[in-house]
């Protein structure tokens, strides 16, 4: 079982861009949840999807977008991008259920400039 | 959302026993205890939750006060590996969500 794993490992954008990262749930998880970590701080929740709809959103403006396809991997898109969304962005996934672990992927470390 | 407290830092020396304390004095009765760590450059880890009874697994036990409003979670026997950041969280358990909301955690420090 290959567990979460997140695509690209590292990126570097220009101020103004815009990037996708990409995430592989765990076999047999349908649930996906998007985090954001800055240097220093906890993860924060951007959103959750699930059967293909996000079914939660954090505290994030619009430029963060997703998407969950049929495999139930998942796309995290960041338009307009700032020199603050620098941050470890990490993938979990879960089986959907209520209060069940979730597993998280290494991460992707985002750096604009 | 409901809010925990936890010490910034705290240290131990291997093969000592470590407490790390949680306070959530606004816990709700559906509210699930739950705590992660976080090793240096990886993701977050499960490690153990409880509702209201303590709790072991293979990596640690959850110690739950009586009245909920705080909980501690033990390492046995700490290891090098065990130095990581130990976040306490509260899940809503009355609907399927998954959402997790981490504080900054405490930052344990094992020395060999």
């Known amino acids: 079982d290959a567990g979460v794993t997140q695509s690209p490992t590292h990126l570097i954008k220009t101020r103004g861009q815009q990037v996708t990262l990409r995430c592989s749930p765990k076999s047999g998880h349908d649930t996906v949840s998007w985090y954001q970590q800055a240097l220093g701080q906890g993860p924060q929740f951007i959103f959750q999807y699930y059967e293909e709809e996000e079914r939660q959103r954090g505290n994030f403006p619009d430029r963060f977008s997703g998407h969950q396809f049929p495999n139930y991997s998942s796309e995290l898109n960041v338009n307009a991008l700032l020199l603050g969304d620098s941050a470890l962005y990490l993938c979990a996934s879960s089986p959907g259920r209520m209060n069940t672990e979730a597993f998280f992927g290494q991460g992707t470390r985002l750096t604009v400039v | 959302d409901a809010k925990t407290t936890q010490p910034n830092s705290m240290e131990s020396n291997e093969e000592e026993p470590v407490h790390l304390p949680c306070n959530h004095s606004t816990i709700s009765g559906t509210d699930y205890i739950h705590w992660y760590r976080q090793l240096p450059s990886q993701g977050p880890e499960y490690v153990i939750h409880?509702?209201?009874s303590n709790v072991n697994n293979r990596m640690a036990s959850l110690a739950i006060a009586e009245d909920r409003k705080s909980s501690t979670l033990i390492l046995h026997r700490a290891t090098l590996r065990d130095a990581a950041v130990y976040y306490c969280i509260l899940r809503w358990g009355v609907l399927d969500t998954d959402k997790l909301i981490f504080g900054t955690g405490t930052r344990l420090q094992v020395f060999p």
């Open positions: 409880g509702l209201t």
